[in-house]
């Protein structure tokens, strides 16, 4: 092992006094924790000002919302009614019975078409034109129009027609044959009070509503959308460590190719022990860093909400409320998390690997482009079959080969984590599948190691699959 822990200590201390490994980790983390700690506050802030705008707006109304609708058509003085509907035409004064107190009755006057009601409206600039229609879908039906000519505004006729909608019952009643007075008072009378409790249970349940969301997220709607998001949060994780670190795991393999030098070193270092080595190192380097950055985003979150709870302590913020609501995470103990983290990092360990074995197929730089296949198709192939094979259960539910995943490496590390995390896969099952995985990673690197000392001095175009596989039968 000496070779391994020579070629090992090289990588990583070339790795850590990279200038660009330095500089890319200092400003990305820089900008992750700035940018969340910095948002959202200033979200926050902007927010509370949005709000208190209507506020003040809703202070200047009267408190009674029946006498302001009243107030907003005031000026009102006469309606036009044309009822094209069946039957005896309808009698709007009873309106006038539900006005507020202080308010002059409005003149109904009936006319006998919408072109008769519209003429005389047009020469009344106090006046409004409310048209019935009935069909066998909708029933009876009122339109409340505003003529040009008119001096009242669209504000005006909203206003009424929200006052005529309210008090609907005794025109329908009477619409149904019934034309006593006091009778149709005393319907609209027991729906507004119907109404009123409905408004009252309403409030009511906005009330405990309100009260939940400031103790935090219901716990089913919490688990059902940690559910749904922690597989792709998994799933992104893993495609960005293999992206962005599985061509430099390469390049560090193709490295003594490219400078002449792998001869040499193939004196003093086994093949085997040079490629893990190498490995090792960038994949231990490239967790490093990301652990930097993923510490510097948590950080600014976590920063971000304690300003937000600064500008405004009633926050219904979503991040502020699903950070307050990780305890729900159905995790058995601790364990379970740090199970899930390490079977992510094996899996960059495995794809790593896998390009480490393209590393070491290619003849020189451009060859990259070709041999790198290897692990980007994989990676593609294991993503679409967790996607349409049940994996992602919260999002397409489960199928029979759901279970199977946990142990397929290439499929168990997408999957796996996400369900330790939420309690849905036992401890055992994620230590299994963790074995399972490295030891495919070691014998991947293995591989890699052999290929790297069969095409130690092959020369031509790259070898095809058939040939490869040949080589690894060979002793």
């Not at 000002?49 to 009102?76: I, R």
């Not at 400078?259 to 490995?279: E, N, W």
């Not at 600064?310 to 950070?323: L, Y």
């Not at 796996?416 to 309690?423: E, F, Q, T």
Request: charged share 15%.
């Amino acid at each position: 092992m000496k070779g391994l822990k020579n070629v090992f200590q090289f990588t990583w201390r070339q790795e850590l006094r990279s200038k660009g490994y330095r500089l890319a980790t200092i400003v990305l983390a820089l900008l992750l924790f700035l940018l969340p700690a910095g948002i959202m506050p200033l979200i926050e802030t902007l927010s509370s000002n949005e709000k208190g705008q209507p506020a003040q707006v809703q202070e200047a109304l009267p408190e009674d919302g029946q006498a302001a609708e009243a107030f907003a058509f005031q000026s009102l003085k006469t309606v036009y009614a044309a009822d094209e509907s069946e039957g005896e035409p309808l009698s709007l004064t009873i309106l006038n019975e539900f006005l507020p107190a202080g308010y002059e009755p409005v003149s109904y006057v009936n006319c006998t078409d919408l072109p008769e009601a519209a003429e005389k409206a047009g020469a009344d600039p106090e006046s409004l034109v409310c048209l019935f229609t009935e069909d066998a879908e909708q029933g009876l039906t009122a339109h409340v129009l505003l003529p040009e000519e008119s001096g009242l505004t669209m504000t005006n006729a909203d206003a009424y027609s929200s006052f005529l909608f309210e008090h609907f019952t005794p025109i329908l009643l009477q619409k149904g044959g019934v034309n006593d007075t006091e009778t149709l008072i005393t319907a609209q009378t027991e729906m507004e009070n119907l109404w009123m409790q409905q408004a009252m249970e309403n409030a009511a349940a906005a009330e405990n509503a309100e009260a939940q969301t400031e103790e935090g997220m219901p716990t089913s709607a919490a688990q059902e959308i940690l559910r749904i998001v922690l597989p792709f949060i998994n799933i992104m994780l893993l495609y960005f460590l293999v992206l962005a670190y599985g061509q430099s795991v390469a390049n560090s393999v193709l490295m003594e190719k490219s400078s002449k030098l792998m001869d040499m070193f193939l004196l003093y270092v086994k093949p085997r022990d040079m490629v893990l080595g190498k490995v090792l190192a960038v994949v231990l380097a490239s967790i490093l860093q990301f652990l930097i950055w993923l510490a510097a985003l948590v950080l600014g979150f976590v920063t971000g909400t304690l300003l937000v709870k600064a500008v405004n302590p009633e926050t219904d913020m979503a991040i502020v409320r699903i950070i307050g609501n990780l305890s729900l995470l159905k995790a058995d103990s601790v364990g379970a998390v740090i199970l899930a983290v390490l079977l992510v990092f094996a899996g960059f360990l495995l794809y790593s690997s896998l390009a480490a074995v393209g590393g070491a197929i290619a003849g020189k730089q451009e060859d990259l482009a070709s041999t790198n296949i290897i692990f980007t198709l994989i990676l593609v192939i294991s993503f679409f079959v967790v996607l349409y094979g049940g994996g992602l259960s919260g999002v397409f539910g489960e199928t029979g080969l759901s279970p199977v995943m946990n142990w397929i490496p290439f499929t168990s590390i997408m999957i796996l984590p996400s369900r330790l995390i939420l309690g849905e896969a036992s401890l055992l099952t994620g230590a299994g599948a963790l074995v399972i995985v490295l030891a495919v990673a070691v014998l991947v690197m293995a591989a890699a190691g052999k290929l790297y000392r069969m095409l130690a001095l092959y020369k031509g175009d790259l070898p095809t699959p058939k040939k490869l596989i040949g080589m690894l039968r060979e002793r």
